[in-house]
């Protein structure tokens, strides 16, 4: 396992395409709406980060992956493929973006719900934010990755909800995916001891019913076994001297 520390320069790098990932879901929350197709979706983001952020959608070709987003809908945990199905009021969807910048990358994703979310789908989302939250405010040097695990699987789990176990954060920077894994459970005190200079994902995947997924046909969508809700929330976080920063923070966000 080899865990790339960022130099200042890498780290502002990191600033700006963490920036510009963001920006692309502050751009795309007013076309979320009933009767827009996740396609759509896609091709709305993929123009505005290539003609106006001057920058490239990462998923696109990625390891055979053949749009410039992923958009999970419902019971979909990750990794949906925009396609031809509408949005229709009630809808929870994840929308993930990575953009490469300067050949940094920035990945950040947010639930949006499509007019007015049921109690539960409600919950469920809230919960998965909060977990993500106590994931990130864990984060500072001499900490390990089992305290973030641990603080958003206690949390999820205190809220009866589950943790889906089969995909986790990541390193990232140069790379899209890079060491070290990071699990969205665990123990605290152990796991990789946290250093100034890392950057990696915090990325919860929390399912309304049991935590088994599967994946579908078409290789990619990855949903909940018995068909229950799935939210999700990503930040890329750097480690600071002395805490944390959240490189893809957006404007309404306070950490
Ligand atoms: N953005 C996802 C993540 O958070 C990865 C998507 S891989 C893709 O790690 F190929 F589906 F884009
Ligand atoms: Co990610
Ligand atoms: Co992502």
Not at 33 to 61: Q, S
Not at 209 to 224: A, H, M, S
Request: proline share 5%; aromatic share 6%.
């Amino acid at each position: 396992m080899t865990i790339s520390l960022k130099s200042a320069d890498e780290i502002e790098k990191m600033r700006i395409a963490g920036a510009l990932a963001s920006s692309v879901l502050t751009m795309i929350e007013p076309h979320v709406r009933a009767g827009i197709t996740t396609a759509e979706l896609d091709r709305i983001c993929h123009e505005f980060i290539i003609g106006e952020l001057d920058a490239i959608p990462a998923p696109l070709n990625y390891r055979g992956f053949p749009k410039s987003i992923c958009t999970s809908i419902n019971h979909v945990v990750c990794h949906g493929i925009p396609g031809n199905k509408r949005l229709k009021n009630g809808d929870i969807i994840n929308i993930d973006i990575t953009v490469i910048k300067d050949e940094f990358h920035g990945d950040t994703s947010k639930m949006f719900c499509v007019g007015k979310p049921s109690v539960r789908a409600q919950r469920l989302i809230e919960t998965t934010y909060e977990c993500m939250l106590l994931g990130i405010r864990m984060v500072k040097p001499g900490a390990r990755l089992g305290d973030i695990g641990h603080a958003i699987q206690s949390y999820a789990e205190a809220r009866r909800f589950t943790v889906v176990q089969e995909y986790c954060g990541h390193g990232i920077g140069r790379n899209f995916h890079e060491d070290p894994q990071v699990l969205h459970y665990g123990i605290p005190g152990t796991g990789l001891v946290l250093e100034p200079g890392m950057t990696f994902t915090i990325e919860p995947m929390i399912n309304a019913g049991k935590r088994f997924v599967k994946l579908l046909p078409d290789n990619w969508t990855v949903v909940t076994k018995d068909h229950s809700l799935s939210a999700q929330w990503e930040h890329t976080i750097l480690v600071t001297g002395d805490s944390f920063e959240v490189l893809t923070r957006r404007p309404e966000e306070d950490f």
